[in-house]
């Protein structure tokens, strides 16, 4: 068998970073040892199965882009996001992104609205193709739908876009008139 064969590729120990720290927000790790690059390199990879020197190269890659900061404060080390890598860990966050259905429905209904200028008709589409993949359902032009709770997707989807809260709205209704349709669409007791 290959020596390789339960390497990850770069692109995987660099996105692993960025969720990591995406996940966990600033992380601190004692700098008081000289090996400090090594000890860093230990508390990322305790539950990782990565090559050490990969890692190493791959926060240091991460550091000259921009996407992560390293600062020193009372001999301790902080690791953490910068806008650009919050974007760029979003990125690959929103390919596991899902709503959660609830055991039982809260009888609220989530809006979504959006008006994007036709300028940006490619993030209009791409948009309207993510709101289908999370479920959400058209109920009018450039108006979605849908019954759970998904205030924090949204949000992450308006991060990841770079959108406004008058681009993209999240409302919240108890009462939108005539729903029976939809919630057969969804699957809800009436």
């Given at each position: ?61 991460l550091y000259k882009q921009g996407c992560i ?28 992104l899902a709503i959660k ?90």
């Amino acid at each position: 068998m290959n020596k390789y064969y339960f390497r990850k590729p770069k692109g995987e120990i660099v996105k692993d970073i960025l969720l990591w720290l995406a996940i966990g927000g600033a992380v601190a790790v004692a700098a008081s040892s000289p090996y400090f690059g090594m000890n860093l390199i230990k508390y990322f990879l305790k539950n990782k199965k990565h090559k050490a020197k990969s890692t190493n190269n791959a926060f240091w890659r991460l550091y000259k882009q921009g996407c992560i900061t390293l600062e020193r404060k009372n001999h301790q080390s902080y690791i953490s996001l910068t806008e650009e890598g919050r974007r760029r860990a979003g990125m690959y966050q929103i390919n596991d992104l899902a709503i959660k259905k609830p055991k039982q429905w809260d009888k609220k209904w989530r809006i979504v609205i959006f008006d994007i200028p036709h300028r940006n008709r490619f993030v209009r589409e791409v948009l309207r193709g993510m709101l289908k993949q999370l479920g959400f359902r058209l109920l009018q032009k450039s108006v979605w739908v849908h019954p759970f709770p998904c205030k924090e997707e949204i949000d992450l989807v308006r991060s990841l876009f770079g959108l406004t809260v008058e681009e993209l709205r999240l409302i919240i209704a108890q009462d939108m008139g005539e729903s029976a349709t939809l919630k057969k669409i969804f699957h809800l007791s009436q």
